[in-house]
């Protein structure tokens, strides 16, 4: 994994996945280049890689494609698939499905995101749209990065705090 994606502590880059891929800061406080962006973010690069992400519904996987620019899976796709899949929306049926605890912690999850939001449209249309995949994270939204499962070489496991 690149050294940008990979597992350590402290991540390499600071990013709350509950915000877009746009505000991901790296350690001297500066965004990522679009040079970086375009890395390949495997080496050897693959043009397929899947993530995995514990307590999400269904499995919890993303899987990663090489975008229209490269043949590889480079940065930007990983983080872009990774962003778009965890600001989905969940079904009525993945929610209920929790124990009640975790429904309890997954409410509180979406609860304080939507309280972040100082806009008052903005703060009720995302109250209106509901929990999203996100929310299963049950507020541990910090990137710590991604580490190989010991099941197969193109399959990552997404570190959170």
């Given at each position: ?51 995995v ?22 940065i ?20 209920h ?19 972040r ?45």
């Open positions: 994994m690149h050294s940008l994606l990979g597992l350590s502590d402290p991540p390499p880059i600071y990013y709350d996945l509950t915000l877009p891929p746009a505000t991901i800061l790296t350690r001297q406080c500066h965004s990522l280049s679009e040079r970086s962006l375009s890395e390949p973010a495997t080496n050897p690069p693959l043009s397929c890689i899947t993530v992400v514990p307590g999400l519904p269904r499995g919890g996987t993303i899987v990663v494609t090489a975008s229209r620019q490269h043949s590889f899976a480079a930007s796709d990983v983080l872009n698939e990774i962003h778009h899949v965890l600001r989905g929306y969940i079904s009525s049926a993945d929610f499905a929790l124990p009640l605890e975790n429904r309890r912690r997954v409410k509180s999850a979406y609860d304080a995101r939507c309280n939001i100082r806009d008052t449209r903005a703060y009720q249309e995302e109250k209106r749209q509901g929990v999203e995949t996100v929310d299963f994270l049950m507020g541990l939204t910090k990137f710590m990065g991604l580490s190989r499962t010991r099941s197969e070489v193109d399959v990552w496991l997404l570190n959170v705090s």
